[in-house]
């Protein structure tokens, strides 16, 4: 009996170290001090503290000072209603990956809910902040999400590159990472984050690692790492890696996507500078007053895909994790009538659906039927 007993907690133990050691993998890898040396040269980087800094450096700070223990109360303890749908969103399932394959001239892609997309570009295969496990944190029941994911990651597509805008949980999934340890995908990332992709066994030759503003011509294909105004860290607010968004160039056709970020001028700067855009991808959900400065409002967003200067814009960081106080479908009620009102054009595609740039399909308000 004793021996059972003691054979029971001895299974148990291991139970809890192997938790608490995926847990501890999750938290991923910070740069060390030879590669944290190595970022002397980013303007953003701040050689005194160490790390990494947006434009206007007070503003986290400021915003930290704001987000007091009733915010966290409200967060936590208050069920304000609709934070989370009734029941799991409509979605085009199984995801018609023949179709999106097809040769493209231009760009097709699927919104898998959040900031993840899969995007087909000039044939091209591309996936910008994947993310498959089922929560955006490092324990598994904590911020999980709406649904399942609408495709599996066994029946993706060969993917060819894939783009990180930060290492917040959101977007930096381990689980998907680990999935192409394998496989020939390339990373293109911010500074600092290859450190968490080569701790979870992506090889260096697979990593391009790059700073705001600095552009990489591969296969044909123009990667801009350009600014976000943002944090990052997995541990709190540490700053050791940068965050980022993207501008993505295949045979003329122009792609941007905003990782997460609040409104300020670099909307207006990458415009002038890479613009204009076919398309982009901008962060518009997940907002607070109180948290403005790192994530857009839904008519900050619209008004940033105008000074872009896109000409489609598709709201993003919405429909599968609640990260904020509002209703799950606020984000998307907010952006249609702003770019209603701004004369953006704008497209709501469903969880799954194949968008062919070329025809935009027409898309029902889909979300109105489930709003009480
Ligand atoms: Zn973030
Ligand atoms: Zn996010």
């Known amino acids: ?74 967060f936590f303890l208050n069920d304000t209603p609709h934070r989370v749908p009734e029941e799991p969103l409509p979605e085009m399932k199984p995801v018609d990956i023949k179709r999106f394959l097809e040769p493209t001239d231009s760009v097709r892609f699927v919104w898998l809910g959040h900031s993840s997309i899969l995007m087909n570009v000039q044939n ?84 391009f690692e790059m700073d705001w503003w600095q552009k990489k011509s591969v296969d044909g294909i123009d990667f801009h790492c350009t600014p976000s105004q943002h944090f990052s860290g997995r541990t709190g607010q540490d700053m050791k890696t940068l965050w980022a968004s993207w501008s993505v160039e295949a045979e003329g056709v122009k792609i941007f996507f905003s990782g997460d970020s609040g409104y300020d001028i670099h909307y207006r700067q990458i415009g002038e500078r890479l613009g204009p855009f076919d398309l982009v991808f901008m962060d518009s959900g997940q907002y607070n ?56 054009n704008l497209l709501t595609p469903m969880i799954g659906q194949v968008v062919e740039l070329e025809q935009p399909n027409a898309f029902a308000r889909w979300w109105e039927d489930l709003i009480e």
């Open 1 to 74: 009996m004793l021996r059972k007993g003691i054979l029971f907690f001895v299974f148990l133990a291991l139970i809890a170290g192997a938790i608490s050691c995926s847990v501890w993998r999750q938290l991923g890898k910070m740069p060390n001090d030879k590669e944290l040396s190595d970022f002397v040269s980013s303007e953003h980087f701040n050689q005194d503290k160490q790390i990494f800094e947006n434009r206007r450096p007070e503003l986290i700070e400021a915003m930290s000072k704001r987000i007091d223990m009733g915010t966290m109360v409200d």
């Open 289 to 344: 007053l109180k948290w403005r400065e790192v994530h857009n409002l839904p008519e900050e967003a619209v008004k940033g895909a105008k000074e872009l200067r896109a000409d489609y814009l598709v709201p993003i960081h919405w429909g599968m994790f609640e990260l904020a106080l509002h209703e799950w479908y606020e984000p998307v009620v907010r952006s249609y009538q702003s770019a209603n009102t701004e004369g953006v």
């Open 124 to 207: 091209r295969i591309l996936l910008f902040d994947p993310i498959f496990s089922n929560a955006a944190a490092p324990i598994n029941f904590m911020v999980e999400r709406f649904q399942p994911p609408v495709i599996r990651l066994e029946e993706l597509p060969e993917i060819d590159w894939i783009l990180i805008s930060h290492d917040h949980y959101d977007h930096l999934d381990m689980e998907t990472v680990e999935f192409f340890k394998d496989k020939g995908a390339r990373f293109a990332v911010p500074l600092g984050v290859g450190a968490h992709l080569r701790y979870w066994g992506i090889p260096e030759d697979r990593i």
